[in-house]
């Protein structure tokens, strides 16, 4: 959700400068687009510390064979 929220602010700022005709405002849009790329998590818990597979993984797999 945060990801969407900062692409969307950044898309905002990249047209005002167009719009505005000042460049530093799509300056900032872009700078926005780099902290949501960089700062979208998509966090895995795994399940046993030895394991090689994480949970998501083994979901896959088991909805794969039914």
Known sequence: MKL?????VAVVCVALSF????PWIG???LLVA???MF????DVR????SSYETEKS?????S???
């Open 46 to 49: 795994v399940h046993e510390k």
């Open 4 to 8: 969407l929220l900062l692409m969307s």
């Open 19 to 22: 719009v505005w005709r000042e």
């Open 64 to 66: 794969k064979h039914r």
């Open 58 to 62: 083994v979901r896959n797999m088991r």
């Open 27 to 29: 300056g900032v849009g």
């Open 34 to 36: 780099f902290a949501a």
């Open 39 to 42: 700062t979208d998590r998509d």
